[in-house]
């Protein structure tokens, strides 16, 4: 425990923490004293919700090489098992937060085990498919409010939880992709029959990340159920889907703070295109369609941003200036 | 015994649709492997196309499907040199999502300048239903027109991949690109025919869809065309008689679920039919199994 404790005492991972609680708290106070607007506020809120969804569907799109585009159906799974949490048992935030996770993460493994058998085109139909299922047995059930949906949720999402979240999901997000289990993902990524061949379990590896990816979409559908307090089958559509590959792709498959990024950026233009809804999807094609031909691998590509990175970059480029001389 | 005939033939006009539109996906992923999903919307442009034909240009409905058939023809043949070429030789997940925003530039672009609200499309022909079976079951003249115009199309289909130049060559670039370059097959020109035809069957589709439904809408296309794209993968996609019978199988099997379960089930369970036979035979009714090579 003391070992682990002095390795993650580092001046990096200090300043950071010291940097996201003051994020956290700050932006808290600064809401409560009303210096930050509500409008401002439910963006920030929004932008938290969307890099949790974004960075979790990295890690089954850009770092395991899955291409799934179903990811709104495990948001519905998560927001739906928590909203009824709330509504017809009275469980506290926490609880339904987690119940939502553990069922979407559930249904990743019941639907990752028998689809993620298969590869590429056929893959994303299938996640595709499968999210649409989702959505039409939730529309067909009465007990979820039918077609209707489920209104008058409590608000109970707030800055803290979803800054919190957010943190906890990049953290776990991170740490398991620098882990051995997500080494192996990535090498089935890299390619599947020589990562079979050096004795990777590549279903196991598959459903895992599949998994855990639902699992946070599901605290993401939760949080999103618990700040508008309205959800309804629609809301999870092809679409919702669509919206989070393209902060993925934007950002750059396997690239976590690319994720980060996009999910910032394609938010606040979202935002900024709100009264016109057509006009913002026709920019986000156009985006992905540009992404794709003329930079594939997107922004960052497999690439973070780290402080580490700028001093290295600094120290490249002083390296090529002393030879220049 | 009457309701399922009822069904039955219901069913088989929807299917119809979808085989039509099929045959486009079959075709396209048959030549370079690729989903195309912006099928749908160019399904849906052909069916704007017909409604503009008919109600602005006051054409018939002969006419109203060749203008259609030709504007999305071109469309398909732009959309696979804007955006596919370039990306001919990419890994396969960069063309899909390609695909995928080529999709929804059509839909939104299209809703941008529309609007989202369905329109009515005119009455090229006056519904006159043929009772059958002593009046409990009947065929209106929409639904023979569907299945008509479907079987002319596919026969022609037929013969142009089978007894023609250019269909030779679409069969021998899909059986292996690099030969074909070899023996001196413009590749580039067939992939773009191959856009076309498959582009002009789906406007087809939109237009008789405008016909039976009396409206079109800009979203139009996602549904059916994922719809399509499963009767492609049912009957074994890139085979064309595969996605003929596909269409027909999912459309009735729909009829069917709605007709005896309920109407909201119709949705979900064509992509149960997707999951089941993408788990039990990947390569569909009429495919072989490959083996992967290393």
Sequence with gaps: MKWMLKNWLTKENLTATVLLLVLMFGVQTLYSAELISPFVMLNLIIIAINIILAV??????????????????????????????????????????????????????????????????????????????????????????????????????????????????????????????????????????????????????????????????????????HYITFIEPNAFNFLKSFDILVMVVLGGQGSITGSVVAAIVLTLISTFLQSLAELRLIIYAIILILVMLFRPQGLLGTHELSFKLFQRKRGVSHGSHSADA | MTEFIQQLINGISVGSIYALIALGYTMVYGIIKLINFAHGDVYMLGAFAGLYATAVLKMSFVPAMLVSMVACAILGIV???????????????????????????????????????????????????????????????????????????????????????????????????QAARLMGINVDTTISITFAIGSALAAAAGVLVGIYYNKVWPLMGIMFGLKAFVSAVLGGIGIIPGAMTGGLILGITESLVSGYGSSLYRDPVAFVILIIILLVKPSGLFGKNVREKV
């Design chain 2, 79 to 177: 959309i696979e040199r804007l955006a596919y070429r370039p990306l001919r030789n990419a890994p396969k997940i960069v063309i899909l999502i390609t695909a995928i925003g080529v999709s929804l530039l059509l839909e939104y672009t299209t809703m941008y300048f529309l609007g989202p609200q369905p329109r009515a499309f005119p009455e090229v022909f006056k519904q006159v239903s043929y009772p059958l079976f002593g009046g409990k079951v009947t065929v209106s003249n929409r639904e023979l027109l569907i299945i008509v115009v479907t079987v002319i199309l596919m026969v022609l289909l037929q013969y142009i991949v089978h007894n023609t130049k250019i269909g030779k060559a679409m069969r021998a670039v899909s059986y292996d690109m």
């Design chain 1, 56 to 225: 979790s569907l990295n890690l089954v799109v850009g770092f395991t090489g899955q291409f799934s585009i179903g990811h709104a159906g495990f948001m519905a799974l998560g927001a739906y098992a928590s909203a009824i949490m709330t509504l017809n048992f009275n469980a506290p935030f926490i609880v339904s937060l987690l119940v939502g996770a553990v069922v979407a993460g559930i249904g990743g493994i019941l639907i990752g085990i028998p689809t993620l058998r298969l590869k590429g085109d056929y893959l994303a139909i299938a996640t595709l498919g499968l999210a649409e299922i989702i959505r039409g047995v939730i529309t067909n059930i009465d007990y979820l409010g039918g077609a209707y949906g489920l209104m008058g949720i409590t608000q109970r999402t707030n800055w803290l939880w979803a800054f919190g979240s957010m943190v906890v999901t990049v953290i776990v997000i991170k740490n398991f992709v620098q882990s051995s289990h997500g080494r192996a993902c990535i090498s089935v990524r890299e390619n599947e029959i020589a990562a079979e061949a050096m004795g990777i379990n590549t279903t196991r590896y598959k459903v895992l990340a599949f998994t855990m990816g639902s699992f946070f979409a599901g605290i993401g559908g939760a949080l999103l159920a």
